[in-house]
């Protein structure tokens, strides 16, 4: 359902908040999740600099942590982490409210594609939080890794790669982001209202593509570690 149906097919609600009604809460949804793609992107692509050793990568991360006086990071941290927890209350508070309006009866097979996709959606959201966790610990403070040097990105990136379960969990980890975000820009497309035989291919199309890229080239760093691609 669009915004535009779903705006009349609620019409009738006890006229909540923008926030508290569940257009608002897709949007919010949708907004942060733009917001949390967008810097996925650029993650990985900074991340890039890895391929070109010590010194480029070295000088990335020395970038990020000093630009505009230092303040910079802390701007970017900040809106990151209000993107994550409008993301996770637009998503948790959504769900319940799916729960309690299901109808008693329910026929599960009907609706079979749209509950597996938002129980994977629900699945890969946790062990993604779990992820951002362990990640933090692992490779920004360092205290879940083997050899940390505070400073020395490359060094960290490399030596923490080189333990073979951690690649693993990375991998695995970036599998369920790629399931996560292709079912998230398949659903953000159909919040803007682009849900149309005509798109539909388009929009599985675009969806699979911006997928594959950004999971593709995550999954070749602990790779290329692994393999001795990049040492
Ligand atoms: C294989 C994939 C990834 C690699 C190789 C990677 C690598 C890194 C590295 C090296 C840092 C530390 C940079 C520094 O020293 O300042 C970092 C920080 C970070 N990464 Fe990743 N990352 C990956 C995936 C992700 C994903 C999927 C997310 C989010 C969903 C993410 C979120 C973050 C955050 C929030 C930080 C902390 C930034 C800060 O200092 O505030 N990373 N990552």
Redesign the pocket.
């Known amino acids: 359902m669009s915004v535009a149906e779903q705006s009349i097919a609620g019409a009738g609600d006890r006229s909540p908040g923008f926030m508290a009604s569940s257009v608002g809460r897709k949007v919010v949804m949708a907004l942060t999740g733009v917001v949390l793609w967008g810097f996925?992107t650029v993650?990985m692509l900074g991340?890039l600099t890895s391929y070109m050793g010590a010194e480029a990568m070295n000088h990335y991360?020395e970038f990020?942590?000093t630009m505009i006086h230092g303040m910079g990071?802390w701007v970017f941290?900040s809106v990151?982490l209000v993107a994550v927890l409008l993301h996770i209350w637009a998503a948790l508070s959504l769900t319940l409210s799916n729960q309690a309006a299901r109808p008693v009866g329910y026929r599960e097979k009907q609706n079979q594609a749209a509950t597996w996709s938002s129980r994977s959606m629900r699945w890969t959201g946790v062990i993604?939080g779990i992820f951002?966790v362990f990640?933090?610990l692992h490779?920004?403070l360092g205290t879940v890794h083997p050899d940390f040097i505070k400073g020395n990105?490359y060094h960290?990136?490399v030596t923490g790669f080189q333990v073979p379960w951690v690649a693993a969990f990375?991998i695995v980890a970036?599998l369920c982001?790629g399931l996560h975000m292709w079912h998230g820009v398949w659903s953000f497309t159909q919040t803007l209202g682009w849900a149309h035989p005509r798109y539909n291919a388009l929009r599985r199309n675009f969806a699979t593509g911006l997928t594959v890229l950004v999971i593709g080239v995550?999954i070749s760093?602990?790779i290329a570690v692994l393999t001795g691609i990049i040492h």
């Open positions: 996925v993650h991340n991360a990020l942590h990071i941290r990151l993604l951002i990640h933090l490779l920004t990105a960290n990136f990375y970036q982001l995550n760093y602990p």
